[in-house]
């Protein structure tokens, strides 16, 4: 099922047949260096798994990021619920095949997911969770809007709070 759709790219929900183009993606190791390990391919499959228990259960998760002038999946983005602070929070998450980095994809989808987060759902704030090392995810949450609300550690490691709110949001069209 589509879900969003901007200029270069269709956001669609996952399929088990995605597996292998997502592998490209989150087994790669320079990807992943953000993240503890690279995932295998019963990883990328558990993730998968998880993303489609999501849109059943939350009505949204993150999506396959597919480019329209070639059909290929070539990431994900999409929104998920994060515990922080003892708050659930919408997060807008994001990756994107290493050979394509560097041409906006990132941002045009997390922007996408910004707008159809506020549009949906009734949150008065977005945020995305990024290791201070991570520049340019950084650098996608700036282009996104978003400013640095606040150091966590998170999933057992040390993260910015990057955040946007909706007015904020309707002001950053
Ligand atoms: C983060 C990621 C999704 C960005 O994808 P992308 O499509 O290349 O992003 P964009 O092209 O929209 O923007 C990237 C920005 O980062 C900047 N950037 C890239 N490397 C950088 C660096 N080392 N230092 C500072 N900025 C950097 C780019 O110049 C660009 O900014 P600009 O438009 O102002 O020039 C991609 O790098 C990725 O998949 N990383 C690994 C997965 C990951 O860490 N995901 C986020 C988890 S929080």
């Not at 992943?32 to 995932?39: E, L, N, T």
């Not at 391919?41 to 480019?67: P, S």
């Not at 340019?136 to 993260?159: C, F, I, Y």
């Amino acid at each position: 099922m589509n879900i969003l759709e901007t200029s270069r790219l269709i956001l669609r929900e996952f399929s088990v047949e995605d597996v292998d183009a997502l592998a490209l993606v989150l087994s790669d190791q320079e990807t992943m260096r953000f993240y503890p390990a690279p995932f295998d391919h019963a990883g990328v499959e558990q993730w998968i798994a998880k993303n489609i228990r999501r849109y059943t259960d939350d009505g949204y998760g993150l999506w396959a990021m597919v480019l329209k002038s070639t059909g290929e999946l070539i990431g994900d983005c999409g929104l998920t619920v994060q515990h922080v602070d003892g708050v659930d929070e919408i997060e807008i998450g994001y990756h994107v095949r290493r050979d394509l980095w560097g041409q906006g994809l990132a941002t045009e989808a997390a922007r996408a997911c910004r707008d159809y987060g506020f549009s949906r759902l009734p949150t008065e704030r977005i945020i995305s969770l990024i290791r201070l090392e991570n520049l340019p995810s950084r650098r996608v949450a700036e282009k996104n809007g978003m400013t640095v609300w606040k150091e966590v550690m998170w999933a057992d490691l040390q993260h910015l709070v990057y955040s946007i709110r909706r007015e904020e949001a309707a002001e950053n069209k």
